[in-house]
């Protein structure tokens, strides 16, 4: 059974930080393009940083470009998203998502997704 449980949300003021992490069980990780979305409230989940299975290759939403850092390691399963200079903007809950597919410098569609973590509440207060 797959399991991605993200984890390291939380309140944060403007101009914070946060560091998310997804821990991935049940299949073999370094497979797997990963891939972080969000989800504001009222809005359409949106790609935010994905990550290629050796780690050198990362594209990120022209709107975290430059504050937000994806990374992995693949002896932990996991891979992580850095969160700096956080803006009320970045409010949403925040998606860990696994990708049978090769890395490509692109935004990744929802409809690419293989399998899904539950997510984790991100609130940046203003």
């Known amino acids: 059974q797959v399991k991605l449980v993200e984890s390291g949300g939380g309140l944060v003021q403007a101009g914070g930080s946060l560091r998310l992490s997804c821990a991935a069980s049940?299949?073999?990780?370094?497979?797997?393009?990963m891939v972080w979305f969000r989800q504001a409230p009222g809005k359409e989940r949106e790609f935010v940083a994905s990550i290629g299975w050796s780690g050198a290759n990362t594209y990120y939403a022209d709107s975290v470009k430059g504050r937000f850092t994806i990374s992995r390691d693949n002896a932990k399963n996991t891979v992580y998203l850095q969160m700096n200079s956080l803006k009320p903007e970045d409010t949403a809950v925040y998606y860990c998502?696994?990708?049978?597919?090769?890395?490509?410098?692109?935004?990744?569609?929802?409809?690419?997704?293989?399998?899904w973590g539950t997510g984790t509440l991100v609130t940046v207060s203003s």
């Open positions: 049940g299949l073999t990780f370094r497979w797997y393009s």
């Open positions: 998502a696994a990708i049978n597919a090769p890395w490509r410098a692109t935004t990744w569609s929802s409809n690419d997704v293989t399998y």
